[in-house]
């Protein structure tokens, strides 16, 4: 009886070993998470922008080599790593827990827009990184149409 007592506490103590491993393999392989949070106001008021649609989208950095042998790099956008949120009343906004990493961001209203244009009119991304961990911070100082 004592004999298979002790091989039961072994195969009890190998199959906790494992399940252990297996916890500890999922927290190792956890993606990295950020919280971003901020404000939408006006440009040229200074007043919050209530219920302004902000977007993150998640932007990838590719090298490639041309054909004379030259690295070079480009960013694209990955819209599966998108994230979208409707501002309060006083203009606020947060995500938390999205993955770490480069993202763009856009964000409209009815009467306003962001980033601003250029006098060229052509867009010109705003870009930030959310570090692993990290609480960023924005103020998104929109333009009127």
Known sequence: MSRRMGVAIAWIAILLVFQLYGIAELIHNETPRASFFGVAISDKT???????????????????????????????LDYS???????????????????????????????????????????????????EGAREELTLRMEPD
């Open 46 to 76: 200074g007043q919050p922008i209530p219920y302004a649609h902000i977007t993150l989208i998640r932007v990838e950095k590719e090298e490639q080599r041309d054909s004379e042998g030259y690295f070079y790099e480009y960013y694209r």
């Open 81 to 131: 790593g998108e994230y979208e949120i409707r501002a309060d009343a006083q203009g606020r906004f947060s995500l938390r827990g999205i993955p770490a990493g480069l993202y763009e961001v856009r964000a409209s209203s009815r009467a306003h827009h962001f980033p601003p244009r250029p006098p060229s009119d052509e867009e010109r991304p705003f870009r930030i990184e959310l570090k």
